[in-house]
């Protein structure tokens, strides 16, 4: 989507502050932030953000628009929801990030290889396919996703852990073979892609 | 006690061969002892959980929601809905507040469902099984119907995330929740008091894409429920409960720990309470054998 | 009846004083060595039947001075008013039984104690007069009003309000100050969202429609002299007319000026018309009339403005201002949201290093900035660069980077610095140098200070002393409007820095406090802290040595000197510390009720016993505004004193005179502990200065400690807190201990 990214680079061109408050999810609280920090102080993974929620906010408000959206940061979020029950102004921190990451991911601007957004991409794909999460399949495709040498050898570190799973009835071989879904999928499909295109063109409407 | 009836929304790992199907097994052995009738919605699918956003987008995630809200205001009609997964729960009331605040989201979202012929009305409660047990059963129903009190097990009560945050449940801190404590006291067992990773987060999704950073957070999950000398730990949540269950093999390589701590669902103490058998109470299903709980069900 | 004195004694035995004490030799102690020539018992002397015995004796015996035993005389105030005789109160409830275990190897100390306490009050009230009050001036309503801004125009209209007339004196041609010159105001209201209306025109016009205010424009204070309820000002118009009118009581709402950016060369300011003050930029969105502000340089409407917080302020640099004036910050979102008024989409960031916005409406403020896009960064800004386009250097100190940022307007935060008199210390430091260095310096700081606002007639200099920075001495807390110039009182930013909301409140605080003032001068009564007080200070004539202690001690600038040096007191203008009294080497100056007398007396009639009896005693002189109280909170919480301990109040540390302490110690004393008010800029005392002159004062008592051949550990000055209500019994009872170890006095006979 890389001409969308110019597309917004043009549009928005002195504020980026905007173009988050247009397109992103929860962007219109950016402004709110106080800078407390107390988000940072909160998160689980803190230390493995190059840019704590906070900062992102402060980087938006300062217009660095490349390096937030090109940041690996916003991936780290566990959705704990720590920063959401702390934040003394309120804001929904945890969606923000999420909204970021999805617009970055929109923008073709997210960091090569980026292991959750690619297990998140793939897990949206597994549900939309039947309506519901093939966990298998999922958990298969997840170990292949960096190429089929690297999936060989993380399947079989998670051999044990596929075993006892396999042996407590809380995984089924029969998943990889069709497996759980909807039943009016047709019906589902369709109302996903209705829901895509009127999100397509929201989006797309801001940027021109 | 006239029956309660729910319209019932289990997620895609409750579903016989996933991940929770544990679960799901012993919530209906819970049920059928507290005389709950739990209807699940028709053709329900996935809510997404906490990581569709990457692929989802904001509309087309919400929309998930959307269809199983739609689906049950529409089959299981005046029922509040209820889940047992904490991302299904968070995810669907998530999604029922973001179209109570945003009009234009949800004319958007009923032009998406108006391809399956589908409305929302959105009027329906969402609500966790937990606050079921809590405000519609109480625990002094729950305490009456135990027949074989956990006697002599400590246990850890770890509510995880989302279960207690952003909503969590009602009258409860974000910092300490006490309902998994009274619970298992309620039980007859001994709660570990200020377990100090009650509300850590066990890294959810991330322990797929992230497995060493989760898996240090899980270490310090389960090591507190040691130096607490619990005998096991029980939680709410069905990502809890599996990350912080079927990865101790792998943290006991990396670091050289000896960690073999059952996870257990409050269904599964509930069921054993109340006189149920190991099957029933989904016993069988535990990677990390609960050996003590077992004991007792067994009596 | 004034003639003939009638001494009469009461004791109660209510409150476990009965059941503590032996109340019959309390009476006997009382008549024999008390010399009360009645003395009556009484189960609860504050109940209505206790206190209609004592009245009765008042009207029907003749009584005209009484002892009260009972307990502290800071309680049941109320029941023991007696405002027609002279009273003291033995404090036997919190004194004694209150501070004392009640255990038999006790019980003969601590009746001792109680004995001593009737045979001080006795003592006491025989030496005391009944006050007759100031009569020195008369009730006088009209209250001045120096300076017309929001301060002194809401002083004026609630003055007014209230039925005092009011004379307003205004230097400048039009009433309004600054705030004549502002767009609009810090919203004071809910949803504190947007800027308001100043309000200045419709208080102008109020003003102008009110009977009871007077006003006087392109005006001065050309002189002030009297005393509360009879201020004479002459008020001078700049054209060179004069008249003199008199006042009950003053208000000083002069407010301020603003610091001069010029002399920090990193801001620019005198090199492009395009960087302001935050004062000046009020006067640019005015010239724009409603319409998009425009940049004084060409005239181009303003695209992009940046907003320089905390400029030369909370700084330990030379010429900038130590303080900061806290309000800079809500005036920047205020203006910030001008620009989003009036210039559409205008980028309006505002460089904060810490962003004040205090209070609930400060934080709902900032937040409704937030709505409006205003960008907040914090920055520390360390160069602007002139410019068609200024450049705004900064560092970034979320992101700690360097950044720039390109705008059309640069607006400087500038602090607030008081508009106040010359310090009249500056004066008398000049007059007291004791070396010619020492004068050059304190003439310099002479030479520089502004002109007198109030030109006041007084010994002790023209205007209010100040306490820092310029601003007017005031106790922030505690009583934030009262000066060291009785009846005279300051509001608004002359007092500190504040904005218009606040200068209201002040202003309104102000106002009551001289409507006040003007009502106890009236009824010949002390002001505050003493307030109801009619005693006042007088002295012996012929034994005056005119050294001008008194004078130049007394904190309130209350005495003038006559032509010979002789002290001229200023009733109505005392406070009743007594610090002029303390100060006096002669002892000639009194108060009726309180005097060296009164205390001297008490502790002459503390019985000393022999020094084989091992019973020491240890004087205690303790402040009644917060020792004393502390002391009292002691006891309601069980705390023991020693019962070697004979505690006095005072009026203020202030007071005492040498000669209470070198008496007690040839009497025999073994110990002395004298409890005042914090002293410094950070003061407590009530009477501002009384606690350090007093302390001052007893620095030198070593010497007379030296000729008696005594230890120095004797005597110990303390600055004791209200709140210090475990520390203060402990002071007491270190002495205690000190005395144990160095032994009892050997002046005993």
């Known amino acids: 989507m890389t ?29 709110m932030c106080m800078q407390c920090g107390v988000c940072a102080g909160s998160c689980p993974l803190g230390n493995a953000w190059e840019h704590p929620p906070q900062e992102i906010f402060m980087m938006i408000r300062a217009g660095k628009r490349e390096a937030v959206l090109s940041s690996d940061s916003m991936w780290m979020c566990t959705s704990c929801y720590n920063c959401i029950a702390r934040c003394p102004r309120g804001l929904p921190i945890t969606h923000i990030m999420h909204g970021l990451a999805h617009y970055a991911q929109r923008l073709g601007l997210v960091p090569k290889n980026q292991p959750t957004q690619k297990f998140a991409q793939k897990f949206w794909q597994n549900l939309n396919k039947k309506g519901r999460v093939n966990e298998l399949k999922l958990g298969l495709s997840l170990y292949f996703m960096n190429g089929f040498g690297e999936g060989v050898k993380t399947s079989l570190k998670m051999k044990d852990i596929g075993l006892g799973m396999l042996k407590t009835k809380r995984m089924a071989v029969n998943e990889a073979f069709g497996g759980h879904g909807v039943k009016d999928l047709s019906g589902f499909q369709k109302i996903m892609k209705k829901a895509h295109e009127l999100e397509d063109a929201r989006i797309q409407k801001s940027g021109n | 006690m006239a029956k309660k009836e729910y319209s019932f929304y289990p997620g895609c790992s409750s579903q016989q061969g996933a991940s929770s199907s544990n679960m799901q097994k012993s919530v209906e052995t819970m049920c059928e002892e507290l005389d709950v009738k739990i209807n699940q919605i028709p053709d329900w699918n996935c809510c997404a959980a906490s990581i569709g956003y990457g692929g989802g987008g904001e509309l087309p995630r919400l929309t998930l929601s959307a269809r199983n809200i739609a689906l049950s205001e529409q089959h299981n009609t005046g029922q509040d809905i209820v889940a047992t997964c904490a991302a299904c729960w968070l995810a669907t009331r998530e999604a029922a507040e973001r179209f109570h605040e945003d009009d234009g989201l949800m004319a958007e979202t009923n032009q998406a469902l108006a391809e399956a012929g589908l409305k929302l009305r959105n009027e329906t409660p ?24 956990l006697e002599g097990l400590k246990i850890a009560g770890y509510v995880g995330c989302q279960t207690n945050r952003p909503f969590g449940i009602a009258g409860e801190s974000f910092e300490n929740p006490m309902y998994l404590d009274k619970l298992v006291e309620t039980l007859g067992a001994d709660p570990v008091q200020n377990y100090d990773k009650k509300v850590q987060c066990c890294g959810g999704a991330l322990a797929f894409s992230e497995p060493e950073k989760s898996q240090d957070m899980i270490k310090t999950i389960i090591e507190s429920a040691y130096d607490s000398s619990a005998d096991l730990i029980v939680t709410p949540c069905p990502v809890c409960q599996m990350n912080v269950e079927i990865y101790q093999d792998q943290i006991n390589q990396r670091h050289n720990t000896k960690f073999k701590m059952p996870v257990v669902y409050y269904s599964q103490l509930m069921d054993v309470a109340f006189g149920r058998s190991a099957k029933d109470s989904a016993l069988d299903q535990q990677v990390i054998k609960a050996g003590k709980l077992e004991e007792i069900a067994n009596k | 009846m004034a003639d003939e004195k009638k001494f009469a004694g009461y004791i109660c035995t209510g409150c476990g004083i009965g059941e503590r004490l032996d109340a019959g030799q309390l009476e006997t102690i009382a008549t024999r060595d008390g010399k009360m020539q009645s003395c009556k018992q009484h189960e609860m002397l504050c109940s209505q039947e206790g206190v209609k015995m004592i009245r009765d004796d008042i009207a029907n015996e003749g009584v005209t001075h009484i002892m009260i035993a009972a307990c502290s005389r800071r309680a049941k105030v109320e029941a023991f008013n007696f405002t027609d005789v002279a009273m003291s109160r033995a404090n036997l409830r919190e004194g004694v039984i209150w501070v004392r275990p009640d255990s038999d190897e006790n019980r003969e100390t601590t009746q001792e104690m109680a004995d001593d306490y009737i045979r001080m009050a006795a003592a006491e009230v025989k030496f005391m007069i009944q006050p007759s009050g100031s009569r020195e001036q008369e009730l006088n309503k009209q209250i001045l009003v120096v300076g017309g801004g929001i301060t002194g125009m809401t002083a004026a209209l609630e003055s007014a309000a209230a039925g005092y007339p009011v004379h307003i004196v205004e230097k400048n041609a039009a009433l309004g100050g600054h705030a004549a010159g502002y767009y609009k105001s810090i919203p004071t209201r809910s949803p504190y969202a947007d800027p308001q209306d100043t309000g200045v025109k419709q208080m102008i016009a109020d003003i102008e429609a009110n009977d009871g205010i007077t006003v006087h424009l392109n005006s001065m204070v050309a002189k002030t002299e009297g005393a509360p309820g009879r201020f004479n000002v002459e008020i001078a118009t700049e054209s ?14 002069t407010g301020f000026k603003l610091y001069d950016p010029s002399a920090l060369p990193q801001y620019a300011y005198d090199k492009s018309a395009d960087i302001v003050t935050n004062e000046e930029l009020e006067g640019l969105v005015m010239q724009a009339g409603g319409g998009p502000v425009k940049r004084p340089s060409d005239g181009k409407e303003v695209k ?45 960031t505002i460089l904060f290093d810490n962003l004040r916005t205090p209070g609930a409406a400060g934080e709902d403020f900032y937040r409704a900035g937030q709505q409006k896009m205003i960008t907040f960064s914090k920055g520390a800004v360390t160069e602007v660069v002139p410019g068609s386009t200024l450049e705004v250097k900064f560092k970034d100190l979320i992101l700690n980077d360097d950044a720039t940022m390109q705008c059309d307007l640069v607006v400087l935060d500038v602090g607030m610095m008081p508009n106040t008199g010359p310090d009249p210390y500056a004066q008398l430091a000049v007059e007291e140098a004791e070396d010619e260095a020492e004068k050059e310096k304190a003439r310099a700081l002479l030479e520089n200070a502004p002109p007198s606002i109030l030109n006041l007639d007084y010994r002790q200099g023209t205007d209010l002393p100040h306490l820092k920075y310029g601003f007017t001495d005031s106790h922030f807390i505690c009583f934030p409007y009262e000066t060291r110039r009785t009846g005279i009182y300051a509001a608004g930013p002359t007092r500190r820095p504040m904005d218009m909301r606040q200068a209201a409140d002040d202003a309104a605080g102000a106002a009551m406090k001289a409507i006040q003032a003007a009502e106890n001068a009236g009824k010949g009564r002390a002001a505050h802290p003493r307030s109801g007080d009619l005693s006042f200070p007088s002295f012996r004539k012929e034994g005056c040595t005119q050294c001008k202690r008194c004078t130049v001690e007394c904190p309130f600038g209350a005495i003038n000197e006559d032509e010979k040096s002789y002290p001229m007191f200023n009733e109505a203008r005392c406070r009743r510390c007594g610090t002029c009294m303390g100060a006096c080497p002669v002892r000639v100056i009194s108060f009726e009720n309180y005097s060296v007398d009164t205390v001297g007396q008490q502790i002459k009639n503390v019985e000393v016993p022999e020094e084989w009896d091992e019973k020491p005693r240890i004087l205690v002189l303790a402040c009644e505004n917060d020792a004393y109280p502390a002391l009292d909170q002691a006891a309601m919480n069980g705390v023991e004193i020693t019962q070697w301990a004979r505690v006095i109040p005072i009026r203020c540390l202030g007071s005492i005179s040498l000669s209470w302490v070198t008496d007690s110690l040839n009497n025999g004393y073994d110990g002395i502990v004298l409890m005042g008010c914090q002293k410094g800029d950070d003061y407590q005392c009530h009477f501002v200065k009384g606690s350090e002159m007093g302390l001052e004062r007893m620095s030198k008592v070593g010497d007379t400690l030296q000729t008696l051949n005594l230890e120095p550990e004797r005597v110990a000055s303390y600055e004791v807190a209200i709140t210090d209500i475990q520390r203060a019994p402990k002071l007491i009872n270190d002495m205690a201990e000190t005395v144990e170890k160095i032994g009892m006095s050997p002046f005993k006979f």
């Open chain 3, 304 to 348: 992009s403005v940046a907003f320089v917080q905390n400029v030369g302020q909370n700084s330990t640099e030379e010429n900038q201002l130590p303080y900061h004036s806290g309000i800079g910050d809500m005036i920047a979102i205020k203006q910030a949201m001008y620009f989003k008024e009036l210039n559409g989409d205008c980028d309006t």
């Open chain 2, 126 to 149: 969402i609500r966790h099984m937990v606050e079921v047990l809590i405000e519609d059963i109480g625990y002094e129903t729950i305490g009456g119907k135990v027949q074989r009190p």
């Open chain 3, 240 to 253: 060179g007319s004069s008249q003199s009118v008199s006042f009950g009581a003053i208000i000083q709402a």
């Open chain 1, 3 to 31: 001409e969308l990214n110019t597309a917004m680079v043009e549009q928005y061109r002195n504020s980026f502050l905007q173009e988050v408050e247009a397109n992103v999810e929860e962007g219109e609280w950016v402004k």
